[in-house]
């Protein structure tokens, strides 16, 4: 089974690349694609990835700016020559599902969240922008709400890191979604939960 894994872009690395590495840990050959990203960072996290950039990144100034093409990245991802995989999952939060499949193939989004800078969070997105951005935003979110919606219809199963994503999900997309939280280092939960209980009670007083 040839699988693919589709990020948004490798920037920094929180919450939604480590769970892309948990993924990668699952399907170690699987190949992976992103609109833009920083090899340094990934060679520290995951040395020897190769990850297979849309033309996003050959743009002037792609791979800082990229954000200011974000209404091409529909077109980008749609430009992608997936027929060769049979599973596809694609990782959510920015613009990544959008892919094209063969019939017979299947996709998955892991959803970290609904694109927030269009949709729930929008208005607050286009305050903290600045006129430019904040216009800018305006002029393209309606668009990329259809889209969004319209893509939707691609994947075939919906992951959600939480409830609160499920629901929202639901609220956008209109599908149903299971719920698989992010993996945990459980030795800091229990770091945190030391550190809590002491300065509830005090030292000595556990």
């Given at each position: 089974m040839?699988?693919?894994?589709?990020?948004?872009?490798?920037?920094?690395w929180r919450g939604?690349?480590?769970?892309?590495?948990?993924?990668?840990?699952?399907?170690?050959d699987a190949d992976v694609y992103a609109h833009v990203a920083d090899q340094k960072l990934i060679d520290s996290r995951?040395?020897?990835?190769q990850v297979r950039e849309t033309w996003i990144a050959k743009l002037p100034l792609g791979r800082k700016l990229f954000r200011l093409y974000l209404p091409l990245m529909p077109m980008?991802?749609?430009?992608?020559?997936?027929?060769?995989?049979?599973?596809i999952i694609s990782s959510e939060s920015g613009p990544t599902k959008g892919v094209i499949k063969r019939p017979d193939a299947l996709h998955i989004c892991y959803c970290?969240?609904?694109m927030r800078y269009i949709w729930d969070m929008s208005a607050q997105y286009r305050r903290n922008a600045g006129l430019l951005k904040g216009l800018f935003l305006s002029l393209i979110s309606t668009w990329?709400?259809?889209?969004?919606?319209?893509?939707?219809m691609r994947v075939d199963a919906f992951i959600a890191n939480s409830l609160f994503v499920s629901r929202r999900i639901s609220s956008y997309y209109g599908r149903g979604s299971t719920v698989i939280h992010p993996p945990v280092?459980?030795?800091?939960?229990?770091?945190?939960?030391?550190?809590?209980r002491s300065a509830r009670n005090g030292p000595g007083e556990e």
């Open positions: 040839r699988v693919a894994i589709i990020h948004y872009w490798f920037t920094t939604g690349e480590r769970v892309f590495e948990e993924l990668l840990r699952l399907f170690p995951v040395p020897g990835l980008a991802l749609e430009s992608l020559d997936l027929q060769a995989y049979d599973l970290h969240s609904p990329m709400r259809v889209w969004d919606v319209t893509t939707s280092r459980m030795q800091s939960v229990r770091g945190l939960s030391q550190r809590d």
